[in-house]
């Protein structure tokens, strides 16, 4: 995993194309393709179908490319990222090193399938409630893979208070 120089992400929405197009132009040193936060429910499956050809014209420009994935819809998000050319992978809305197990397990399954070297895909836990900031040591340690921690600040904030 080395030491990457990773100063600027850029958060990409997969439903919109135009963004897409632009994101490389923009010199961040990581593009996230993003079909969690950013992408309408009803815009997903659309977007998961343009996600192989967005990490080729993003990954033209120089950047890194990672894509945001919904840890409750890891399956289908995973299987419609995981390409060659993908750095790796922001799990969204984690709690626990199981969904991290979860996550690991199938990552080494798509790079088998698809030509990755094995274990080369990166996961950054996003933590975004009081339960995901609790277990964070366990979400850390729970895989080789885990390349950092972000915080969901502004969803933590909401979890936590009070009704």
Not at 13 to 37: N, T
Not at 138 to 151: C, E
């Amino acid at each position: 995993m080395g030491n990457k120089i990773r100063r600027s992400w850029l958060l990409t929405p997969m439903s919109k194309e135009d963004q897409i197009a632009q994101a490389h132009q923009q010199g961040a040193d990581v593009v996230v393709l993003d079909l969690v936060e950013l992408v309408a429910e009803e815009d997903k499956p659309a977007a998961r179908e343009r996600v192989a050809s967005a990490i080729n014209q993003v990954k033209a420009g120089g950047a890194e490319v990672f894509a945001q994935v919904d840890s409750e819809l890891l399956y289908a998000d995973l299987r419609a990222c995981v390409w060659p050319g993908l750095t790796g992978i922001i799990v969204a809305r984690l709690e626990s090193a199981a969904q991290i197990a979860k996550a690991d397990h199938l990552l080494g399954q798509l790079e088998g399938e698809r030509g990755i070297l094995p274990n080369s895909l990166e996961i950054v836990a996003s933590l975004e409630t009081a339960q995901g900031n609790h277990y964070a040591y366990d979400i850390s340690r729970a895989s080789p893979r885990v390349w950092g921690l972000t915080l969901g600040r502004a969803e933590l904030v909401m979890d936590l208070r009070p009704e």
